[in-house]
């Protein structure tokens, strides 16, 4: 079940501050609060959303188009604005994707370098 009290719906609410990139009916984009390269974006959908899995078995058709579309605005207009050519997104699920806020976002990643996709897998002890 969807946690309103998670930041991001905070943050939609305006209840606390986000530094905001674009915004539109369906998404909202600002800056991580703890970035991870030069650049690193959130996007996030308006609606109560967990994650990727909620999101594609519960919004409407229109939702889920404006808000992947919205992804590529944000990403147009940090090109505009920035160095941001070439870029990665990222969205994590549920405790082994490494999620840490139950509302669905995807990171953009870029302004420099973002290295491998994955640090290699630890060796197990034989
Ligand atoms: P994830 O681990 O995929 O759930 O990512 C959550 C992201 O939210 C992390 O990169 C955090 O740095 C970021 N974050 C947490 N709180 C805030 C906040 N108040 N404003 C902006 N970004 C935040």
């Known amino acids: 079940m969807y946690d309103r009290n998670n930041v991001f719906a905070k943050i939609l609410r305006g209840e606390i501050p986000c530094k905001k990139i674009h915004e539109n ?7 991580d ?11 996030i959908p308006k609606g109560e959303f967990s994650d990727l899995d909620d999101f594609n078995s519960k919004a ?10 919205t992804i590529t ?23 082994n994707g490494g999620q840490e806020v139950p509302h669905l976002h995807f990171h953009l990643l870029g302004g420099e370098a ?6 290699p897998r630890k060796q197990k002890n034989i």
């Open 25 to 31: 009916d369906y998404a909202l984009a600002f800056e």
């Open 33 to 43: 609060l703890y970035p991870q390269r030069r650049i690193h974006i959130l996007v």
């Open 60 to 69: 409407s058709n229109k939702e889920i188009a404006e808000f992947f579309r």
């Open 73 to 95: 605005v944000v990403a147009r207009k940090l090109e505009a604005s920035s160095d941001f050519s070439g870029y990665r997104i990222i969205s994590n699920i549920g405790e």
């Open 114 to 119: 973002v290295g491998k996709m994955l640090s």
